[in-house]
């Protein structure tokens, strides 16, 4: 083999190559556009699902207050009667949210290690200022940290359009404990509840005696 033909051989190789990782990165790159541009789907539950949900959100609610009566039997045995540890699924999560309030197309939550991150895409009214007619793409990642409180989320951030939000845009909002303020009352953490973790697709959630 000639030197002209090796070294024409090793240019095609290197070329092949280039397209390959070209090709590829191409490939990540529309993944990871899909998998931030894809549409949020509302969660249905079906009827026994909904059931199983109720009993866990009203051992929740009858948690705070003393003396309440007993929770009535679950429908599966995944939930038992006077079980102090609630476990709701990321699916149980956004089927309540689309049950509740129908922004399961617009509102969609995702369940990490300590952090609950919120998803919210809507379309923007058409006579609103330069953004008028535009899809919004707004994310918030709440963080869950306890003490002898209790459980606290704080707001860590919140984009628009993938830009991170000033504090002062937020009426400073951030590292603010919202819910243990409004719902445990004076950031004394959830009433009736002693801890929560939050795990990859599930939260965990322990009541008080």
């Known amino acids: 083999m000639t030197q002209e033909s ?7 190789s290197c070329l092949l190559k280039g397209l390959f990782v070209v090709a590829a990165l191409a490939l ?20 026994e699902e909904k059931e199983v949900l109720e009993q866990k959100v009203e051992a929740i609610q ?40 129908g922004l399961g197309d617009k509102v969609k939550f995702e ?9 919210v895409e809507t379309d923007l009214d058409p006579d609103l200022p330069v953004v008028g007619g535009r899809k919004l793409k707004a994310r918030a990642r709440f963080l869950l940290h306890q003490d002898e409180a209790g459980p606290h989320f704080v707001i860590d951030d919140v ?46 959630i322990e009541l008080k005696e």
Request: glycine share 14%; proline share 8%; hydrophobic share 40%.
């Open 6 to 12: 090796a070294a024409a051989k090793k240019k095609g």
């Open 28 to 47: 990540v790159a529309g993944i990871v556009w899909w998998w931030h541009n894809r549409p949020i789907e509302p969660v249905v539950l079906s009827a």
């Open 159 to 204: 984009t628009v359009w993938g830009v991170s939000l000033p504090n002062d845009w937020l009426a400073g909002l951030k590292g603010r404990d919202l819910i243990g303020e409004t719902v445990g009352g004076g950031g004394r953490g959830l009433a009736g509840v002693r801890s929560v973790e939050v795990r990859p697709g599930e939260i965990r």
């Open 62 to 101: 009858q948690a705070a207050p003393a003396g309440t009566p007993e929770t009535p039997p679950p429908a599966e045995p995944e939930y038992e009667r006077g079980s102090k540890e609630i476990i709701l699924t990321e699916r149980e999560l956004n089927g309540l949210l689309n049950e509740q309030t």
């Open 111 to 119: 369940l990490a290690t300590d952090a609950i991150h919120a998803r």
